[in-house]
């Protein structure tokens, strides 16, 4: 059966993600490590969005951020940053054993907040920082980019216009090589959770954003080869329990000694299904569309890279006065089911009720 394209405008979904319209907010960040050289400061430039300030005790990260960045304010000391009333939107770019000071700070300065995931270390924590912007009156959102993705945005909008029905099964499946490509780093090959809290805080929110549903159970296990790199187990599977109807699941390693990666998406519904990878593909069969199978589109379409949809968002609930889309309360959903998955694997694998 040939294959035919479709278009998001064929299927009545947004093309694109909306970008705030202000491009005056200055953002200070706070870290200036490989990912926000990388990622997010590239994006914030490429949207318009000046970067007002920059703080990190490297040496080497503060002449990046003045050199190739040109950032008027480059400093050693994060409260010096959130002093600079250039600064109106904090971006916190450090690992999560450096959150709750900087969020509580900078919510006690008046400052929005914007955190890298996962949210924190434990439950309490993440709590302590929602409560503490509420406290404030400032918002507080997470870097949940795998959500702004754009085969991913283009799957919820699917999923929720009801074109696969209602779905019975969401699965995550990736293959990657980062035991090798990060084995030196200095957090992530040393952390004890690697999988199931620090990536899984992606891939368990990447499920909540497509079910739109929260999980009441999980059980995971994880295992490991001989020759690791990684202090962690780095290969997980893990099931999902949604109440009646729905289950979820993910498989994950990092473990790949070959250039053969891998990383797909699929949610089964009760009137068709969608498959798609991160960024590249998206096929979709519906029988509310005909028989057949369709590809997506998005030929001609510019979209954005997936942090400026996070930023952006963030951007739009301050203009808007409205509640970010992935808040830090929002969030707490997410990190409640990766810590119940840590859980779980550390147990070998058992059922973990979610509270």
Request: hydrophobic fraction near 40%; include cysteine; proline fraction near 5%.
């Amino acid at each position: 059966m040939d294959i035919v394209g479709i278009t998001p405008r064929d299927l009545g979904i947004p093309e694109t993600i909306p970008l705030p319209k202000r491009k005056d907010l200055g953002i200070g960040m706070v870290g200036f490590g490989w990912v926000a050289r990388d990622s997010h400061a590239p994006c914030y430039r490429s949207a318009g969005w000046p970067i007002a300030a920059v703080a990190d005790p490297d040496p080497a990260a503060q002449n990046e951020a003045r050199d190739n960045f040109g950032i008027p304010h480059v400093c050693s000391d994060y409260r010096e940053l959130i002093a600079d009333e250039a600064v109106e939107v904090v971006d916190l770019c450090t690992q999560p054993n450096v959150r709750a000071e900087v969020v509580i700070a900078a919510a006690e300065a008046g400052k929005h907040i914007i955190v890298e995931k996962p949210l924190a270390e434990t439950v309490e924590e993440c709590e302590r920082m929602v409560q503490a912007a509420e406290r404030a009156g400032v918002k507080l959102a997470v870097h949940q980019n795998y959500r702004w993705y754009c085969m991913c945005f283009y799957a919820h909008h699917i999923i929720q216009r009801g074109l696969i029905g209602e779905p019975f099964f969401a699965g995550i499946e990736i293959c990657g090589p980062q035991d090798v490509l990060l084995a030196g780093h200095p957090f992530y090959s040393k952390c004890g959770n690697f999988l199931t809290v620090q990536w899984a805080s992606h891939t368990v929110d990447l499920l909540r954003y497509l079910t739109a549903r929260d999980a009441v159970r999980v059980f995971a296990r994880t295992a490991r080869t001989r020759n690791q790199n990684f202090v962690s187990d780095t290969l997980m599977t893990m099931i999902a329990d949604f109440g009646e109807g729905l289950t979820g699941h993910i498989m994950h390693h990092e473990l790949l000694r070959s250039s053969m990666e891998a990383g797909e998406c699929r949610v089964d519904g009760d009137k068709g299904s969608v498959v798609f990878d991160f960024d590249q593909y998206l096929r979709l069969e519906s029988s509310l569309l005909g028989e057949g199978v369709r590809t997506l589109d998005v030929s001609g379409i510019e979209f954005p890279d997936a942090w400026c949809g996070t930023m952006g968002d963030l951007l739009i609930s301050i203009e808007e006065n409205r509640e970010p889309l992935v808040s830090g309360r929002r969030n707490l959903a997410t990190m409640r089911t990766v810590f119940a998955m840590d859980e779980s694997a550390k147990a070998g694998g058992k059922w973990v009720d979610i509270g």
